[in-house]
Every structure is written in C-alpha cells, then in structure tokens.
C-alpha cells in the first residue's frame, strides 16, 4: 500500500515474512518493508518472540515522517541546484553573445582593412596609369580605350573603399544556438539542463 506524509509517498510492503515454513508459528510471523533509503537506515521490520509488529508501528511511522522530512529537503536542494545552474547559464550565454559580437564585429572589420588595402592598391595602380597613358601618343590607336578603363578602375577602387563615406557600427548579429556554443565552454545553448560535456559545469 502507499502512505502518503505531508504530500510525500512512500510503498510500504506487509506481507509473511517466512511463506514457506513448514513451522507454524514462523509462517504466520509478518514483515513490513518501506524500501532502502539513501541514509542507509532501517527499512524492514518484523514479528519477533518478544515484539510482534504492531508494537514497531510507532517507530516505522517515525521513519516515515524522517523521510518526508528527508525527501523535502531533497526537492528544495534540487530546485535551489536547478535555479543555481539556471542563474549561471543565462550569465554564460550573455558572456558568450558578448564573445560571439566580439568575433563577428572584428571579422567585419578585418574584412574592411582587407577592402580598404585592396582600393588603396587599386589607386596606386590607377596613378600608375594615368602617368602611363600622360607619356602616351595622343594618335594611340588604344589610348580612348585605355583612359576609359582608367576611369571606370578608378570608380571601382571608389565602390571598394570602405573609408569613402565613414564606416558605422556594424548591427548587433541574431545568433543561432550552435553558433554560441564555441565560447559556452561546457554549456549547451539549449538550456541549463540540457546534455553538458562531461567537463562541463555542473
């Protein structure tokens, strides 16, 4: 059967402690049992020459009441644990939105240094020609050619150049899960208690 204390449940099981003795007095003696507990204490009792079970009622209902008490304080251990490990997700995953913004804002500004290199290149190369072509022959078959494709190079090395008009800060990124999970360092990015590495924090 199943007693309930302050909304705790606990099995307890009566039944012949000794069902195939031929011995009538040790076949009609009863057992009762709540099941091991984590503290190791007692958890079966039973008829005896000097005390039969019913005079232990008392003591297996104070066990039970320790239990409840027990069981408790487990859940309330549990859920400050849960709460605890929430309160240092939610710091992990504003560290690692920190560090992932970190890293795609110096990707973005690595890459208009790169641009930046490649107009400036561009505009050392088109001076290069314009002097070229200052030196050519003004009857050169390919000189009208030549000045045009100075022009649009030069409008190129313009539309490459991140510095043309003054670079903003780049938008704040929307960030998948997996893309946090490099600097979550254990963490999953599904939640506080979802799957953690085994070196993960706990």
């Keep these: 059967?199943?007693?309930?204390?302050?909304?705790?449940?606990?099995?307890?099981?009566?039944?012949?402690?000794?069902?195939?003795?031929?011995?009538?007095?040790?076949?009609?003696?009863?057992?009762?049992?709540?099941?091991?507990?984590?503290?190791?204490?007692?958890?079966?009792?039973?008829?005896?020459?000097?005390?039969?079970?019913?005079?232990?009622?008392?003591?297996?209902?104070?066990?039970?009441?320790?239990?409840?008490?027990?069981?408790?304080?487990?859940k309330l251990d549990e859920e400050q644990a849960k709460e605890k490990r929430r309160i240092r997700w939610e710091r992990a995953m504003a560290a690692a939105k920190e560090k992932a913004s970190e890293a795609h804002f110096g990707s973005v500004l690595q890459k208009q240094a790169k641009q930046w290199r490649e107009a400036h290149a561009l505009r050392q190369y088109c001076d290069a020609l314009e002097r070229r072509l200052d030196v050519a022959a003004e009857d050169s078959p390919d000189i009208e050619s030549a000045r045009a494709w100075l022009r649009w190079a030069r409008g190129y090395a313009e539309s490459l150049d991140p510095l043309t008009q003054p670079p903003t800060m780049p938008s704040e990124p929307e960030f998948e899960p997996e893309d946090l999970k490099p600097y979550l360092t254990g963490w999953s990015p599904h939640g506080p208690e979802a799957h953690r590495s085994a070196w993960g924090p706990f």
């Excluded at 057992?31 to 204490?41: E, P, T």
């Excluded at 079970?53 to 408790?72: F, N, P």
Aim: net charge neutral; hydrophobic share 35%.
């Design 1 to 74: 059967m199943e007693v309930a204390i302050d909304g705790f449940p606990c099995a307890v099981t009566i039944k012949q402690e000794f069902p195939q003795s031929k011995d009538p007095d040790r076949s009609l003696r009863l057992a009762l049992d709540i099941g091991y507990s984590l503290s190791g204490r007692q958890h079966h009792w039973g008829d005896r020459k000097r005390l039969k079970l019913e005079d232990m009622l008392g003591i297996v209902l104070r066990e039970l009441e320790t239990r409840a008490v027990e069981e408790r304080q487990r």
